[in-house]
């Protein structure tokens, strides 16, 4: 069975730009969650999709968005980038069995903001 | 909202010695704890995980303790092996958060041989 696959790995981008970043969750998954992980910060949650809505946001401010699309793949967008945008992102799914349990993660895709 | 602090950040232990690492948790509406384990260039990987009906859970190597009294909880390696070098994160989050895991800062394991 494939893993969390997220594309691209890696992209530069400056200030002001904008990016969108991909994932394909496991077969079957419907629940994709996004998160940023910096060394100050640690890892830090974005927001979840279930069935094409948004199930939950965390505190982020709206420069950051996502979707989810019918066959579950997921994409979060990030406009007006900062130099404090720099970090891995992380996408995450889950088989969603009613309550909060195991999180498959991809390898990220690593964000470099000049 | 939840905030979840970790102990140590970093941990050098001896090949066989045992390693603990600590986690305390804010919101006593926490009720599932998960333990992630994130090797260079990878995502992180769940190694175990316990739910707040339960006090303590083992899989082999590897334990968590909870104490919902006072917000606590640990993870135990024993007869730790030089892969076991990694990040580890313990997290918090409770039914009505979904999938919103509140992580801690995470501790860098270095297991020398």
């Known amino acids: 069975k494939a893993g969390v696959t997220q594309t691209p790995r890696y992209l530069i981008k400056t200030r002001g730009q904008q990016v969108t970043l991909s994932c394909s969750p496991i077969s079957g998954h419907r629940s994709v969650s996004w998160y940023q992980q910096t060394p100050g910060q640690g890892l830090q949650f974005l927001f979840e999709y279930f069935s094409e809505t948004q199930r939950n946001k965390g505190n982020f401010p709206g420069r950051f968005s996502g979707r989810q699309f019918s066959n579950s793949r997921s994409e979060m967008n990030v406009s007006t980038l900062e130099l404090g945008d720099s970090a891995l992102y992380l996408c995450a799914s889950s088989n969603d069995r009613g309550s909060p349990g195991e999180l498959f993660f991809g390898e990220g895709s690593r964000l470099t903001v000049l | 909202g939840e905030n979840v602090e970790q102990h140590p950040s970093t941990l050098s232990v001896q090949e066989g010695d045992s390693a603990v690492i600590k986690c305390t948790y804010s919101?006593?509406?926490?009720?599932?704890f998960p333990w992630y384990k994130q090797e260079l260039g990878k995502g992180p990987q769940l190694i175990i995980d316990i739910r707040s009906n339960v006090g303590e859970k083992k899989d082999q190597r590897i334990a968590v303790t909870l104490n919902k009294t006072a917000k606590h909880f640990s993870l135990h390696i024993t007869e730790t092996q030089p892969e076991d070098s990694a990040v580890y994160f313990c997290?918090?989050?409770?039914?009505?958060?979904?999938?919103?895991?509140?992580f801690g800062k995470g501790t860098s394991l270095l297991v020398t041989p």
């Open positions: 919101d006593s509406a926490s009720n599932y």
């Open positions: 997290a918090a989050s409770h039914s009505n958060s979904g999938y919103a895991l509140n």
